[in-house]
């Protein structure tokens, strides 16, 4: 499974950006998708993930300090998961990661990052004041 993310910039407070993380190698529909951001000298934090519960029925959860501001949403005929990132902060600049939970077969989603077993590389979001 490779993971790739991309959308990542420098943007001013108040901004948006759109994250986007295309899987490859597996089937991509069946799993959760989650974002993780990491700051200079922070360990890796959740930010959101989304599991699809069939049909149109999806399945979110966001952290509390991106909750209202950032949505998660997956095209799974593109393998495609998406961060839409909305009303930036100066404290949202991050390397940004999409993780892969192919072991969990529940229909909520995990929060922890050891629960995701492929990663992207990264993208890195900063935020200006």
């Known amino acids: 499974v490779q993971l790739q993310a991309s959308g990542g910039g420098l943007v001013q407070a108040g901004g948006s950006l759109r994250l986007s993380c295309a899987a490859s190698g597996r089937a991509f529909s069946r799993y959760v998708m989650g974002w993780f951001r990491q700051a200079p000298g922070k360990e890796r934090e959740f930010v959101a993930a989304?599991?699809?519960?069939?049909?149109?029925?999806?399945?979110?959860d966001y952290a509390n300090s991106v909750k209202g501001r950032f949505t998660v949403s997956r095209d799974n005929a593109k393998n495609t998961v998406y961060l839409q990132m909305n009303s930036l902060k100066v404290e949202d600049t991050a390397v940004y990661y999409c993780?892969?939970?192919?072991?969990?077969?529940?229909?909520?989603?995990?929060?922890?990052?050891?629960?995701?077993?492929?990663w992207g590389q990264g993208t890195l979001v900063t935020v200006s004041s």
């Open positions: 993780a892969l939970d192919t072991r969990y077969r529940g229909s909520v989603v995990r929060r922890s990052a050891v629960s995701y077993d492929y």
């Open positions: 989304i599991n699809w519960s069939g049909g149109v029925s999806y399945y979110s």
